[in-house]
């Protein structure tokens, strides 16, 4: 019997303290196999095999043998926390359906799962060519990724390297963070002859370390024969952990509710391997990480060695055995000033997918014309059209799952709404609902003729109205962020630029890239305070620049210099640095106050504004850019004010105020 005529290395390398080298004959096994049984060659080790450039059909999946082109079957993943511990973030990595998944394990949806927990994973298997698969698609994370770090650690051997590579235009020696790579899982249809017998689907199971095809037969109710015979595993032969096996099923499998047993040590396991030789007879189990044997036999021994080398670079390259390179990694990532050098984590997808579309890439290129200079709105934000729907799409470099979070607990009229995302390369993709008529910010301080992309390109100002509109919406927005969401939020970065105005100049709050939850102990008089203080010029509270102190009178501050926009038309630091926050104090004070007033208020008015109230609206965002932010009022007070200058607002008429301006007798506000 050839499994007896073994021999075993220990590598005098770094390697071997943590991998047995078994060098297994197993060659012969294969011609030992009755052709008639036709079902499934067992993968065996040589997807470790991925550099040799030696094509081994196996590796690349099932053929496509089978009664029906497509099935539905059953993939198997054990939990790991952080990252893959729920049913969602499970389904996103294989690419299921989270209910899907809940159901079949009998757990909840979201709740975590323990720790190396076998989870059934329900997937629509098909022929894809010559070879049974399923798609999945996964985003490079960090650097020293490798198409085997892929397939057998984070895919946990449901793929092989060689299929990846197979399906993937990226060289495997240049591959960085950010790549979106097809991930084809290895899957099956039952072929007649399993039909004959009764099985109607194939599970992918991942051989941990101990088990043999007569317990993971018992593990899913069959006999260890029929899981021999799925995979083409005649009476005698190995299977080797870490590596996936087929299990025929005759009905669902039922939930299995035990953790796994502790996944396999680091250590090498015990010499029981060269003790096999006299108990060769025990059937179907090898216990060790074995490497290459089929090189070995094919290529000679120099050609291992090379190898190994080759594989101990890449392993050096893993950060679990690197230390070395994971310094490096969060060196080059903090200080690109993220945390992260992913774009989205798993938390945030948690959320995402909950409620949010995940937009295929190829779709947002056609909604986008390829993000066109035609189609670009500003920045990084462009013009999309999906069935008719218009959207704009923000393309974020770092990590935006915070975002996602915040958007997706808020709801109001006057914030604008996500709908959904894309991660892409390494870029995150957020698809928003569409402002018609761009921002605040360009309306109030054109640059350029970017107005000739308005919707209304007959009016080219905001008239009085609209902008008390709009300080109301906004003033409105903040008092439900700061006293009617669970938990209370400040926005940190409100200015011009993130008021959007949609097709009726009604106001949209956007880009919570900065906004934080407001913490218990500030109701009890602590602050957050932070050292790393951004935001916009202009609008960033005193006590926030000089002390980092965060409250929701940061965000009152900000309101009142939008405010002072509103009425001047001036940016918020005008002129070389003089802001426009301090500005209003001298309108204000002294004498010549409606002089002053009038000189102040932005001239593309004309004369078609009340003065009265215009004064009234220049009181409150000079109580809202206290420097004390004590004296500040809060945002419940400020938008109760708005809501009576609004009100009068609705009543005033401006043909009144320019017969005013002719006729001094007029009474003002009189109709
Ligand atoms: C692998 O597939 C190729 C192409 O279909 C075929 O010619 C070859 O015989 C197969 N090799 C093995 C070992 O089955
Ligand atoms: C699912 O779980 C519930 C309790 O958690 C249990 O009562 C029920 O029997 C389980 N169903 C199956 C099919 O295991
Ligand atoms: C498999 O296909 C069926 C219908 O074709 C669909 O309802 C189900 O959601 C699919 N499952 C997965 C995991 O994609
Ligand atoms: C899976 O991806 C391959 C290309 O990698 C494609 O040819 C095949 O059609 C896809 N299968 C399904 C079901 O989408
Ligand atoms: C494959 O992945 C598992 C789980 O991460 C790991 O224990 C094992 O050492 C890996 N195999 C190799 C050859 O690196
Ligand atoms: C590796 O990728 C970079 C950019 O992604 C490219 O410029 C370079 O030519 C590639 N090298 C190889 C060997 O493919």
Redesign the pocket.
């Known amino acids: 019997m050839s499994s007896s005529q073994k021999e075993q290395n220990r590598l005098a390398t770094p390697m071997a303290k943590s991998l047995w080298v078994s060098l297994i004959l197993f060659m012969f096994l294969n011609s030992q196999l009755p052709s008639s049984q036709a079902q499934q060659e067992y993968v065996n080790n040589k997807q470790l095999d991925c550099d040799s450039g030696i094509i081994y059909n196996a590796t690349f999946g099932n053929l496509c043998n089978s009664v029906s082109h497509s099935c539905n079957s059953y993939l198997t993943f054990r939990s790991i926390a952080p990252l893959y511990n729920t049913p969602s973030s499970i389904a996103f990595l294989l690419n299921s359906d989270p209910s899907a998944i809940a159901k079949a394990n ?1 757990i909840s949806d979201v709740a975590p799962i323990a720790d190396n927990t076998i989870v059934i994973v329900p997937v629509n298997c098909s022929c894809s060519g010559k070879y049974y698969q399923y798609n999945a698609s996964y985003v490079l994370k960090q650097q020293g990724e490798t198409y085997f770090s892929v397939a057998n650690n984070t895919y946990q051997a449901l793929t092989t390297c060689q299929a990846i590579e197979n399906q993937n235009v990226y060289d495997k020696r240049n591959l960085s963070a950010g790549m979106k790579l097809n991930v084809p899982l290895r899957c099956a249809c039952p072929t007649k002859k399993q039909e004959d017998s009764g099985f109607k689907y194939l599970l992918t199971y991942l051989v941990a370390q101990g088990e043999s095809v007569d317990t993971i037969g018992a593990q899913f109710g069959v006999d260890g024969q029929s899981v021999s015979d799925a995979n083409e595993l005649s009476a005698n032969a190995f299977i080797f952990y870490f590596t996936p096996i087929l299990v025929p099923l005759r009905k669902e499998p ?2 299995i ?1 035990v953790a796994s047993p502790p996944p396999p040590p680091p250590s090498p396991p015990p010499p029981a391997a060269s003790s096999t030789d006299s108990s060769s007879s025990k059937k179907g189990v090898i216990i060790g990480v074995t490497v290459g044997a089929v090189l070995i036999l094919l290529i000679g021994l120099s050609g291992f060695l090379f190898w190994s080398r080759r594989r101990r670079h890449r392993k050096s390259q893993l950060p679990s055995s690197a230390p070395k390179s994971i310094e490096t990694n969060k060196k080059t990532v903090d200080s690109g000033g993220t945390t992260q050098s992913w774009s989205i984590s798993s938390e945030g997808i948690r959320y995402a997918i909950d409620s949010l579309t995940v937009y295929r890439f190829e779709d947002l290129q056609k909604a986008t014309s390829f993000f066109s200079e035609a189609n670009k709105i500003k920045g990084s934000v462009y013009r999309a059209t999906f069935k008719g729907d218009d959207a704009a799409v923000k393309i974020y470099k770092g990590d935006v799952s915070k975002e996602i979070g915040i958007l997706k607990r808020l709801n109001h009229t006057n914030i604008t709404r996500l709908s959904g995302f894309c991660v892409h390369k390494g870029d995150t993709y957020l698809v928003y609902e569409f402002a018609d008529n761009g921002s605040l910010d360009d309306w109030l301080h054109p640059k350029d003729k970017i107005k000739n992309n308005f919707q209304d390109s007959s009016s080219t100002i905001l008239n009085w109205r609209q902008r008390v509109q709009i300080a109301h919406d906004i003033a409105d927005t903040l008092n439900y962020l700061h006293n009617y969401t669970n938990p209370p939020y400040i926005h940190k970065n409100l200015q011009s630029g993130n008021v959007l105005l949609d097709g009726n100049f009604r106001a949209k709050v956007s880009n919570f890239a900065l906004a934080r939850v407001l913490e218990d102990d500030e109701e009890e008089g602590g602050f957050q305070v932070t050292r790393h203080v951004i935001g916009t010029q202009g609008y960033m509270a005193p006590e926030y620049i000089e002390n980092g102190m965060i409250t929701p009178k940061m965000d009152v501050f900000a309101l009142g210099v939008v405010i002072l926009e509103l009425i001047s038309g001036k940016e918020a630091i005008v002129g070389e640095d003089k802001l426009l926050s301090s500005c209003v104090k001298e309108v204000l004070e002294g004498d010549n106050v409606r002089e002053k007033l009038r000189g102040f208020v932005d001239p593309s008015f004309g004369d078609e504004y009340p003065l009265d109230l215009v004064y009234s609206m220049a009181q409150v965002a000079k109580r809202c850019v206290e420097r004390d932010m004590n004296t500040r009022p809060v945002i419940s007070e400020v938008l109760m004010t708005l809501s009576k200058i609004q009100s009068s607002t609705l009543d005033w008429d401006p043909s009144d105020e320019l017969d005013r301006s002719r006729s001094v007798s007029k009474v003002s506000g009189a109709r």
Request: charged fraction near 25%; glycine fraction near 0%; aromatic fraction near 0%.
């Open positions: 009998n039922n939930p509710k």
